[in-house]
């Protein structure tokens, strides 16, 4: 089994239940790192729990903007299970860490695990590779590959990091994935994007979006005069915060 195998691959005694980490419009995918900032209180102590035990936190996208005085609002039933690469612990309670998606999954159900944070039942969504599409699937890779690097800017950088995708072995799967989480997506599209098991449905979704120019990411440095740092979205991503 290769690294990357080895550092998606939930923990063999996982028991199907994940805590919950819910932010308004953040899509982690499998394979994608994602850096957050915890400070509240409850997620300090959902930190803690997985910490001392499987470094496992599901991220949620919720769907409806938290409201004083409701409590667990709603989220989208499709989450991504994430574990813990990195955990920077501050002076003030605060802690940076460092997620790598595993696993995309589906809740079936929340539990009351006797938490100040969220428990969830879940059923994981494993990629489905369908022998139909196997002859074209490598066809498949390059156009993806091809419609990202029309899209992102034209850097030496940047397509040589295009490049290096193009040449190495990473599979269909994990390369849309990570397109995906990347590029400013609407959160709509990251969600669908995340439901969809099929990776061959999931990669030609991607690559009819990006062709039909919803993604415009800003020019390069030399190609904007200079100003292009003022507003290129950072990669990789900021923190995100609770």
Known sequence: MGDLDD????PDDFDGQVRLFPLPSLVLFPHAMQPLHIFEPRYCEMLAEALES????????????????????????TVCIGKIVSHVERDDDRHNILLVGIKRAQVTAEVD????????KINVLDDLYPPSGMNDRSQLRAALLNAFGDVIPASQSVQQGLSELLAGSMGLGPITDIISHTLPLSVSM??????????????QLLIEFLASGAVQLPASDQQSGGNAAKTRLPFPPPFSTN
Do not use: S
């Open 7 to 10: 550092l998606t691959r939930l």
């Open 54 to 77: 499987d470094e496992l936190i599901a991220m949620a996208t919720l769907t409806e903007t938290p409201r004083i005085g409701k409590e667990d609002p709603p989220i989208d039933p």
């Open 113 to 120: 695990a006797g938490r100040c944070f969220r428990i969830a």
């Open 190 to 203: 990251k969600l669908r994007l995340l439901a969809e098991q099929n990776v061959d449905h999931r990669a």
